[in-house]
């Protein structure tokens, strides 16, 4: 039975083992597995989250109605810290903000800062897979940087530290726990209750500024995200920060919009994520990723580099797109996001919010 199994999880346990693990398996029908401790259910990819004991492994894969098993990968939010370099700031002086759309940023949660709060309260939805508290909160600060970048007015600044959609409404996913780390198994719970709730929240754009190693061709990460963007969500997902040949997933799907980062002088940042993914040269755009200035969960505002960073950025811009063109999906929006690309020194695509 372990051509139901994936590769990837093979080779990364000991099948003799009285281990737990976490696994994803995709069913061919629901209520198939007696006897198995089904943790998650996740009906929009057809699979369930199993803990399970790692020599029961083959048992499980005998089940008929079991398809494929692979690994909850374990999620990492995607900040390469602070330094104390030339500052990157963005100011929004276009006539668009976003107004009337709905971002999602999966995270490591949202604070309620003065930048989402006055003038107009754009805090929408918040939803916490990781602990179930019902009010906005962010016990890392990744999450809510990041939601400054695509979202924040800058108003405790002035307007100096404003974000790319100063007006959107922020819809906020905790999946990442204080330590920056997460599971498959939490994304993909927030997948779900985006899924399930999409109409109601009012969400266009998801943006994901984390990454897993990739499993194989059943990568759950990646098939969520697919779902979402056939939902009629535009998918922005940072790369990863390890370099050549080291892309992350979701980034890795080719229905997604993946970034990387770039530096102040426009040239690609040595640490991002790239390469070939499913025949396609990943990430499709580069924005701005080093010294970037934000919002801060528990002061005013921070600086942070990572492509986690950079995701953001598109991904306010594909609000701005999306306040002039409502009705445009997912697939239109990214067309117009690399249309309008600039070209960087070094031969990749860049965010030209000029254009």
């Known amino acids: 039975m372990t051509e139901k199994i994936s590769r990837h999880l093979l080779n990364t346990v000991n099948t003799f083992s009285d281990e737990k693990i976490g696994v994803i398996v995709y069913l061919s029908r629901k209520n198939a597995l007696n006897g198995f401790e089904i943790v ?66 999966l995270d490591t949660g949202v604070s309620p800062h003065i930048d989402f709060c006055l003038p107009e309260n754009r805090l929408s939805v918040f939803k916490d897979i ?34 790319v959609a100063r007006r959107a409404s922020v819809i906020g996913v905790k999946v990442i726990g204080a330590d920056g780390e997460g599971s498959a198994f939490d994304v993909l719970d927030g ?43 535009t998918v922005v997902v940072a790369s990863g920060n390890e370099g050549i040949n080291a ?16 530096k102040n002088d ?16 990943k990430p499709e755009v580069y924005a701005r990723g ?17 492509t986690s960073v950079s995701a953001p950025y598109v991904a306010g811009a594909c609000c701005l797109l999306l306040e002039k063109y409502p009705s445009a999906p997912p697939w239109r929006i990214k067309e117009m996001i690399l249309s309008s690309s600039k070209v960087t020194p070094d031969g990749f695509f860049a965010l030209n919010l000029n254009k």
């Open 40 to 105: 998650k259910e996740y009906p929009f990819i057809n699979a369930v989250g199993v803990k399970i004991a790692a020599h029961e492994l083959n048992r499980l894969a005998s089940f008929k109605a079991v398809k494929f098993v692979t690994s909850s990968s374990k999620v990492f939010a995607l900040s390469c810290g602070d330094d104390e370099n030339e500052t990157s700031v963005f100011q929004n002086r276009f006539s668009m903000t976003g107004k009337g759309v709905g971002i999602a940023i």
């Open 130 to 163: 990781v602990s179930g508290n019902p009010d906005f909160y962010d016990d890392n600060g990744h999450g809510t940087f990041v939601a400054g970048v695509a979202a924040g007015n800058g108003v405790t600044s002035a307007g100096e530290f404003s974000g």
């Open 191 to 233: 997948m779900q209750w985006i899924v399930d709730n999409k109409d109601e929240i009012g969400v266009k754009v998801c943006c994901m500024s984390f990454g897993a190693t990739p499993t194989d061709n059943s990568d759950p990460l990646r098939r969520g995200a697919e779902v979402l963007v056939r939902e009629g969500i």
């Open 247 to 262: 892309l992350k997933t979701p980034a890795i799907s080719p229905l997604v919009l993946s970034v990387g980062a770039i």
């Open 266 to 281: 426009d040239k690609v940042a040595e640490f991002t994520s790239r390469g070939l993914a499913f025949g396609r040269r």
């Open 290 to 306: 080093v010294d970037v200035v934000s919002v801060a969960a528990n002061s005013t505002y921070r600086k942070m580099s990572g």
